[in-house]
Nanobody, 120 residues
Framework: QVQLVESGGGLVQPGGSLRLSCAAS????????MSWYRQAPGKERELVAA????????NYADSVKGRFTISRDDDKNTVYLQMNSLNFEDTAVYYC?????????????WGQGTQVTVSS
């Protein structure tokens, strides 16, 4: 059974930091690209950060570059999102995604989401 379980969300003041974790099970984690998405109320889900399998190359949304860092630990089947200098616009539900493409076949798994609220 595939599971992606996010944790680490919560309430934080502007300028603060949080570290999200996503623990994966039920599939070969190391072969999947991992990403964090977020969805704010009334807005579409957007890609925040991604990290590839094997090489560990990363990319970020412009809005979080220099503030957020995505990393993965294939031994622990876990992906992280370190979020620094948080601001009100970072408030959203954050979702973990696992993605793999083999030829024309694509597989996506999603977590249930974790709420991040930035408020003073």
């Amino acid at each position: 059974q595939v599971q992606l379980v996010e944790s680490g969300g919560g309430l934080v003041q502007p300028g603060g930091s949080l570290r999200l974790s996503c623990a994966a099970s039920g599939f070969t984690f190391s072969r999947y690209a991992m990403s964090w998405y977020r969805q704010a109320p009334g807005k579409e889900r957007e890609l925040v950060a991604a990290i590839t399998s094997f090489t560990g190359s990363t990319n970020y949304a412009d809005s979080v570059k220099g503030r957020f860092t995505i990393s993965r630990d294939d031994d622990k089947n876990t992906v992280y999102l370190q979020m620094n200098s948080l601001n009100f616009e970072d408030t959203a539900v954050y979702y973990c995604n696992a993605h793999r493409r083999l030829g024309v076949y694509e597989t996506d798994y999603w977590g249930q989401g974790t709420q991040v609220t930035v408020s003073s």
